[in-house]
């Protein structure tokens, strides 16, 4: 899960530096990467989604190039999750990691 999850990343953020596209201007939804993120979001069971959601997390302590790019991933699929209880619970756990994202982008 890591491995996919760390692929969908960097091969993203690589197309994104080749074509010069700007974080805010550029829809990540528009992905056929992302789709991949969506559709294991989505279709995973409750496990499933406990460890990919994880290697997402897993990616934003780090400060990296891709380290956006799993912020707005996360905040996408958290923004178009039907289930409230599983949006709720899932949005508490990982909350710390994107604010530490955040912070940690503007030292």
Not at 53 to 79: C, M, N
Request: with cysteine; net charge neutral.
């Amino acid at each position: 899960m890591n491995a996919l999850v760390l692929y969908c990343g960097s091969k993203q953020t690589a197309f994104l530096r080749l074509c010069g596209l700007p974080w805010p201007m550029y829809n990540i939804a528009e992905s056929s990467y992302f789709d991949v993120l969506e559709f294991l979001a989505m279709r995973l069971d409750p496990e499933g989604k406990y460890w990919f959601f994880s290697a997402i997390a897993d990616q934003l302590r780090y400060p990296s190039s891709h380290t956006v790019y799993f912020k707005e991933v996360l905040i996408h699929l958290f923004g178009h999750c039907n289930d409230a209880a599983v949006q709720v619970s899932y949005f508490i756990r990982y909350l710390p990691n994107i604010y530490l994202s955040s912070v940690s982008r503007l030292s």
